[in-house]
């Protein structure tokens, strides 16, 4: 293999690849990256053996070929070289390399070594705004369950209806839905759970970017891939296995009938949760006493160790006066992840799930489980 | 007592507390700040035994009075706070604070559990341009040595002379010294060797002040005092305990006779540092070939595991063709921490000390001894 490359095109791929790349203590053969030619691409493939990445970048071919080598490595090598064209030439295991008044060779490894990637034999495709999709997992992929004794809810669930693509997340304690509308109705439902890792891979790739991203479904697996512009030829592939198990019928425990409506200023809820968060104790409680007359919200908390702290906020108020203690993480998770300057938070009953969701957006729901107060 | 200030003033003085407080685990009153007033002004200390900071903000007094409260979580409390008018009162040991809708209690401790602040008996002053003592610190303070078998050199050296403050560190493999050029010459020369971490601390105090410090000296401990401007009352004042020991005669190991003179671009000079710091291995080594007939230095590094490097740079090179090995970090921070776009490097042998200065720039040295070479 010999190729030119410039700098900068490199430098952004293997920084794709190399996120994924290098934890695998008993297989280091992880730790590198893949380099082939083809046609007149040069792909860069890296893998975790459960998502696999693939780009592929234009370059000049002198000759076809492949080498392995450290991703990490030659990521921090390219990187700091200068931004000049780069000669990249494979001899034997080894790959040399010239830029400028440089002259480097990186030690390869054996190309036998390196895991088969296995070709992905699609059924059938959908194309998605990749904006909405990226919003969509970003919106719900920090609430998976971190249990992996529950593998089923430690993935985002994908459930691929007729007009609609839902994107969930949950922990059991709190479960996050955003809908994302499409445009043409599908012709076959799916439904998979993704890794939570696979689902951070494909957001951080999907970030900034415009245009579509393709979906080819199968059984066990599933592959997300980023056209080049203008050119039609992939530009990075995401293949993920899936979580095996079935998702739980998470509609049954989203509340519809509330004895309580709360809409408040977002920003000042959050504001004012975060303030009490530093008086919660080692329950993480927070406690909203609501005043139907007054229209306001008292947050209030208290730790035998530190003091203890109240605070008001103008609200909306409809349906009874009640009080009800949350865990604050997870009432500012949900705030954080709404983008609307008003929420509603709908209450159903003090030990019952409340329903948060952003003003004038239907959309987005978060569902949070109350705890049993120890005030 | 109680007190009305502003949020942020209040703010910005906790985060220069708080840097000093809590990491003694077997001393938690240190964990706190003592406020208090005094006059029309508010006091805060805080100490961990070697620095005391104390400092001071001009407050509306309703009452006098002392508590001693938890430094960093009455900051974070604070910081979280609407940016509005704060009443703080103290009733017994609390500290019960008001801004806004927000009313909150903070758990204090007993006023005589804080350890008493020594009292500052002055003999003699400096006044010195605070911006040249930061910048002197700062091109010093992190070639200290970590190592506290030998105590006198794990501090800044301060030497008091005529015209000039020579401020020095050293960790024997290597030495930076800065010149600060006075004005008006010392009526008494003085020496003293300072903390690592208060140097630290003051730096971060001085940085992007105007005006001058003034230097208290005293046999075992230092004052550094910044006043308020246009009030003339003390702002912040960092208290010191001193090295106990000699500093090296360091003056003898600054080589003054060279076979090489060497001057080149210091940011192309450090970035063939770094690119080839990836293959110096376990020593790292990083070799330094000249060639007075091409005028270049061939920088160089070779690791078994990892590969193998060169690269070239055009330099002016007077004197004798010579090879050298550095330990690359021990170049780079040397390079660092000078301002200039050129540097030079004078080599005395191979295996004696080296000169490192900015061209142009006399008030500035760095020696670095080189290493042996296995390459």
């Excluded at 891979?201 to 970017?209: D, S």
């Excluded at 293949?239 to 998702?247: F, H, K, N, P, V």
């Excluded at 605070?311 to 865990?327: D, H, P, R, T, V």
Aim: with cysteine; glycine share 4%; aromatic share 6%.
């Amino acid at each position: 293999m010999k190729i030119e490359v410039l700098k900068e095109n490199l430098k952004s791929g293997l920084i794709i690849s190399e996120r994924i790349v290098g934890k695998n203590i008993s297989l280091p053969i992880l730790h590198n990256v893949l380099i082939t030619t083809e046609n007149n691409f040069l792909s860069l493939i890296s893998t975790d053996l459960e998502v696999t990445i693939k780009l592929w970048m234009l370059v000049k071919i002198i000759n076809k070929g492949s080498v392995v080598v450290p991703a990490k490595f030659l990521s921090s090598f390219i990187t700091s070289l200068p931004n000049e064209k780069i000669t990249m030439e494979q001899r034997d295991q080894s790959l040399y390399i010239e830029c400028g008044n440089v002259k480097t060779k990186i030690q390869g490894h054996n190309l036998e070594d390196f895991p088969i990637i296995p070709e992905f034999k699609n059924t059938e495709t959908l194309e998605v705004d990749s904006q909405a999709l990226y919003g969509a997992i970003s919106q719900v992929v920090d609430i998976a369950s971190q249990n992996q004794g529950r593998p089923e809810i430690s993935g985002v669930y994908f459930s691929f209806l007729k007009n609609s693509i839902k994107v969930v997340a949950t922990d059991s304690f709190r479960l996050a839905e955003k809908n994302i509308h499409l445009s043409e109705p599908i012709k076959k439902e799916h439904s998979f759970i993704l890794p939570q890792k696979s689902a951070r891979e494909i957001m951080n790739i999907l970030e900034g970017r415009g245009g579509a991203v393709i979906i080819y479904f199968s059984p066990n697996q599933v592959l997300f891939e980023v056209l080049m512009k203008e050119v039609g030829h992939p530009e990075v592939q995401v293949t993920s296995r899936l979580i095996d198990g079935e998702y739980p019928n998470y509609q049954d425990i989203i509340p519809s009938k509330f004895k309580t409506h709360i809409t408040v200023s977002k920003d000042q809820f959050l504001n004012q949760i975060k303030t009490a968060s530093l008086f919660s104790g080692k329950v993480n409680e927070v406690r909203i006493s609501l005043s139907t007359e007054k229209q306001d919200l008292e947050i209030s908390s208290k730790s035998q160790d530190v003091g203890e702290h109240t605070s008001l906020l103008k609200a909306k108020i409809e349906g009874e006066a009640i009080q009800i203690s949350f865990n604050y993480k997870f009432l500012m998770d949900a705030l954080l992840h709404m983008k609307s300057s008003e929420v509603i938070l709908e209450i159903s009953k003090e030990d019952g799930p409340c329903l948060l969701r952003p003003l004038g957006d239907d959309s987005y729901i978060c569902v949070v489980m109350p705890i049993k107060s120890l005030q």
